[in-house]
T-cell receptor, first 113, second 114 residues
Framework: KQEVTQIPAALSVPEGENLVLNCSFTDSAIYNLQWFRQDPGKGLTSLLL?????REQTSGRLNASLDKSSGRSTLYIAASQPGDSATYLCAVKDRNAGNMLTFGGGTRLMVKP | DAGVIQSPRHEVTEMGQEVTLRCKPISGHNSLFWYRQTMMRGLELLIYFNNNVPIDDSGMPEDRFSAKMPNASFSTLKIQPSEPRDSAVYFCASSLDRVSYEQYFGPGTRLTVT
């Protein structure tokens, strides 16, 4: 059964820092990996989707990488801003689970002004 | 598109009462997912429909939970009778039934059972 782990569970950084959030998964037979952002009391917003054949995806200050063989993904946030404060979740769609996602526990990010 | 629509946004009910949560997926999406999120257990998939047919309901916690999708634009998640431990945020998500496609989430329904 696929298991997704996110480290650290919480992170606090000063504004302007570049930071990396980590996601690991146990079964490398995946279709894709999706990074989400969740603000307190809100739903999930999709940030980036990386297909299994891709190594990375970029959107603005966000860059997500995927190393399928080692079961790892990272979300890099450049020049962090207070508005980036949220919980970041990664989820994988694996080949043994049809169209379903398995989520990690999330990393709660606080960017201090 | 308005995105995935859920109602109500908040629900407070007493133990033993029936609760019905509603979801309207994004038009054209043929996969629909119900999730539950709690502090203790994180985000859990409850049930997943494809073309209005339940595909996997292994995440439904008990017989008190049931879900239906009578047509492509509407789904319900019902809890009868509700218990305090059902208190959580319930999310609905939809996607195209293509493994390469993203899932899009609704704003969630915060359920409190007293």
């Amino acid at each position: 059964k696929q298991e997704v782990t996110q480290i650290p569970a919480a992170l606090s950084v000063p504004e302007g820092e570049n930071l990396v959030l980590n996601c690991s998964f146990t079964d490398s037979a995946i279709y894709n990996l999706q990074w989400f952002r969740q603000d307190p009391g809100k739903g999930l917003t999709s940030l980036l989707l990386i297909q299994s054949s891709q190594r990375e995806q970029t959107s603005g200050r966000l860059n997500a990488s995927l190393d399928k063989s080692s079961g790892r993904s990272t979300l890099y946030i450049a020049a962090s801003q207070p508005g980036d404060s949220a919980t970041y979740l990664c989820a994988v769609k694996d080949r043994n689970a049809g169209n379903m996602l398995t989520f990690g526990g999330g990393t709660r990010l606080m960017v201090k002004p | 598109d308005a995105g995935v629509i859920q109602s109500p946004r908040h629900e407070v009910t007493e133990m033993g009462q029936e609760v019905t949560l509603r979801c309207k997926p994004i038009s054209g999406h043929n996969s629909l997912f119900w999730y539950r999120q709690t502090m203790m257990r994180g985000l859990e998939l409850l049930i997943y429909f494809n073309n209005n047919v339940p595909i996997d309901d292994s995440g439904m916690p008990e017989d008190r939970f049931s879900a239906k999708m009578p047509n492509a634009s509407f789904s319900t998640l019902k809890i009868q009778p509700s218990e305090p431990r059902d208190s959580a945020v319930y999310f609905c998500a939809s996607s195209l039934d293509r493994v390469s496609y993203e899932q899009y989430f609704g704003p969630g329904t915060r359920l409190t059972v007293t």
